[in-house]
């Protein structure tokens, strides 16, 4: 699986393209066995092939591969690295495209995933697969954003009321957010974000006297 994924970059799409569909089923199967090792290097696999070969892996496919990660990321957060990157090249492929019912489970999937990881790598990879995803959805998904904001909105105040600088993921998001959402949206929520970002910071400044660079972004952005 690891050398499947690391030979993408050799040899020309059209020459890997019957390679690749004939390697997919079995790919799929790796990503939902119950072995954290295959289904850890299935997803590496997959997210190689989206990344540099992505027309090899038909839209169909795609639509069930954004399925078994969505599910895999809500049963084994351990997989997380991994499963974002897949997920990324998919989010660069069928973001523009997902429907509007689908996209408030997936970001729901990932947002609930970053709580269990709690913290470190993997979270800030949810976060930031979360982040993309509002970025590059289609407008029609707009509507389905605005109840992200207030689960946010509340880990940055609970790293806050922890003396801790809010996860700058977490402020990634929410600045994707407020891109998205625009003045009418924001209205009721501007005065509390105001504040998160100016407690952020203070806080940053306090640790280190240094500035949060994505605070100042997201005050900028607001």
Request: proline share 6%; hydrophobic share 50%; charged share 15%.
């Given at each position: 699986?690891?050398?499947?994924?690391?030979?993408?970059?050799?040899?020309?799409?059209?020459?890997?393209?019957?390679?690749?569909?004939?390697?997919?089923?079995?790919?799929?199967?790796?990503?939902?066995?119950t072995?954290?090792?295959?289904?850890?290097?299935?997803?590496?696999?997959?997210?190689?092939?989206?990344?540099?070969?992505?027309?090899?892996?038909?839209?169909?496919?795609?639509?069930?591969?954004?399925?078994?990660?969505?599910?895999?990321?809500?049963?084994?957060?351990?997989?997380?690295?991994?499963l974002?990157?897949?997920?990324?090249?998919?989010?660069?492929?069928?973001?523009?495209?997902?429907?509007?019912e689908?996209?408030?489970?997936?970001?729901e999937?990932?947002?609930q995933?970053?709580?269990?990881?709690?913290?470190?790598?993997?979270?800030?990879?949810?976060?930031?697969?979360?982040?993309?995803?509002?970025?590059?959805?289609?407008?029609?998904?707009?509507?389905r954003?605005?109840?992200?904001?207030?689960?946010?909105?509340r880990?940055?105040?609970?790293?806050?009321?922890?003396?801790?600088?809010?996860?700058?993921?977490?402020?990634?998001?929410?600045?994707?957010?407020?891109?998205?959402?625009?003045?009418?949206?924001?209205?009721?929520?501007a005065?509390?974000?105001?504040?998160?970002?100016?407690?952020?910071?203070?806080?940053?400044?306090?640790a280190?006297?240094?500035?949060?660079?994505?605070?100042?972004?997201a005050?900028?952005?607001?």
């Open positions: 699986l690891l050398a499947f994924g690391a030979i993408q970059e050799g040899p020309s799409t059209q020459v890997l393209q019957p390679l690749i569909a004939a390697a997919l089923p079995g790919l799929l199967d790796a990503l939902k066995a072995s954290v090792t295959q289904a850890s290097a299935a997803a590496w696999a997959l997210g190689r092939v989206l990344d540099v070969n992505p027309i090899a892996i038909p839209d169909l496919v795609q639509g069930s591969l954004f399925q078994i990660v969505i599910a895999r990321l809500s049963h084994a957060p351990c997989l997380a690295e991994d974002c990157y897949c997920l990324d090249g998919l989010v660069d492929q069928q973001a523009a495209i997902l429907q509007p689908h996209f408030g489970p997936v970001a999937s990932l947002l995933a970053s709580r269990r990881s709690h913290a470190g790598r993997a979270q800030v990879a949810l976060l930031r697969s979360l982040a993309e995803l509002i970025a590059r959805a289609g407008e029609d998904c707009i509507p954003m605005e109840p992200l904001l207030i689960p946010l909105m880990a940055a105040e609970d790293d806050l009321s922890a003396g801790r600088v809010p996860v700058s993921a977490v402020v990634s998001c929410l600045r994707a957010l407020m891109l998205r959402l625009g003045k009418n949206g924001l209205m009721p929520f005065e509390k974000l105001l504040g998160l970002f100016m407690q952020s910071l203070s806080a940053q400044h306090a280190n006297t240094s500035i949060d660079e994505e605070s100042l972004r005050l900028g952005t607001l």
